[in-house]
Every structure is written in structure tokens, then in C-alpha cells.
């Protein structure tokens, strides 16, 4: 029965390690995956704008 309670004792205290060394490890894949050529923040703001109106003239388009 000894061994039954250490065994459980152990495997709970792996997982409590394991859990805490991932998540110590662990980096958005946006901040570990950038590049030179693709800058973006992170990715929860508007990356428009937050006065883009989807026209690529910029609001010139038709009026002359």
C-alpha cells in the first residue's frame, strides 16, 4: 500500500513540474516566429487602422 501512495505522490508532483517548467518555457508564436520581412504587433489590435474605410484611394475615389 506503501508503494501505491508513493507512486501517486510522485506522479502528481511530475505533473505539478512539468506543468510549471512549460509554462515558464512558453512564448506567443508570434513573438518567437517574426521575421524581417512580416513586422506586426501583436496581433489583438486593428492592423488597418482605426480609420480605415476598406477604399484603397484612400477616399478620393469618384470625386473629381
Given amino acids: 500500500m506503501r ?5 501517486i ?6 505533473a505539478f513540474g512539468a506543468g510549471y517548467v512549460l509554462r515558464a518555457q512558453q512564448v506567443p508564436s508570434w513573438q ?3 521575421t524581417d ?3 506586426v504587433g501583436d496581433p489583438g489590435h486593428n492592423l488597418v487602422g482605426q480609420n480605415w474605410s476598406g ?3 484612400g477616399g478620393s475615389a469618384g470625386k473629381s
Fill in 3 to 7: 508503494m501505491i501512495l508513493t507512486g
Fill in 9 to 14: 505522490v510522485v506522479t502528481v508532483l511530475v
Fill in 32 to 34: 518567437v516566429f517574426s
Fill in 37 to 39: 520581412s512580416a513586422r
Fill in 55 to 57: 477604399d484603397p484611394a
